[in-house]
């Protein structure tokens, strides 16, 4: 099978549920991040601790979660495709927030912002988290358009999902740094530039 099929060259592409749209269009855009979240994930696990196999296995089952939520952002509620794709469960969401339980156990408690960084993995996990943002945006705006009720009950469970996915990845990025011994940096509001004379 090719790579290519030269199908997209005029800029138009092809929904799962079959409809030709613009590559331009919000379920697109949304498909699109959903692609590049999925693919911070791989990056991310490549930089995991060898002793991470439960974290590892986790992310790459969020990562085929995400193939479901895809799916999911490709389908027309109209489509006949509509009703055989895969649900995102609550269980899937309660598998988050106990990870995070777990995870917060060990960390401590912050009263400031932090800036995003520290060890390649945690770098990873916050990229991750701002694209998983930035696909809660697109959802929000595919359910407010959204005028069927089923179509719309299933997009604010992946609403759900994507809210808590992004808080997992915050508190996976800073469990990381502390697994790496890296200091967590807090933000100053009152900062003097390093390079500049006082």
């Not at 997209?8 to 331009?24: F, H, I, P, W």
């Not at 006949?80 to 960390?107: C, P, W």
């Not at 179509?151 to 469970?157: S, V």
Request: neutral net charge; proline residues 4%.
């Amino acid at each position: 099978m090719k790579a290519y099929t030269g199908r997209g060259d005029r800029g138009n592409t092809k929904l799962y549920s079959g409809e030709q749209v613009a590559k331009s269009h919000p379920r697109v855009e949304a498909c699109g991040d959903v692609d590049e979240l999925n693919s911070l994930l791989g990056a991310l696990i490549s930089f995991l601790p060898k002793d991470g196999g439960d974290q590892r296995a986790r992310i790459k089952h969020i990562q085929s979660l995400l193939v479901v939520a895809g799916t999911w952002l490709a389908t027309t509620p109209e489509s006949r495709e509509f009703g055989t794709v895969d649900s995102i469960q609550s269980s899937e969401i309660k598998m988050l927030e106990l990870a995070m339980d777990f995870m917060d156990r060990d960390l401590p408690n912050i009263k400031e912002l932090l800036l995003p960084g520290g060890h390649i993995s945690a770098s990873f996990a916050h990229i991750a988290r701002t694209v998983c943002r930035r696909v809660e945006r697109h959802v929000v705006r595919l359910a407010a358009e959204s005028s069927e009720r089923e179509a719309h009950r299933e997009l604010m469970a992946l609403l759900t999902f994507l809210n808590r996915l992004s808080a997992y990845l915050f508190v996976l990025a800073r469990y990381l740094n502390f697994q790496h011994g890296v200091s967590e940096v807090p933000w100053k509001n009152h900062i003097s530039d390093p390079l500049l004379p006082e």
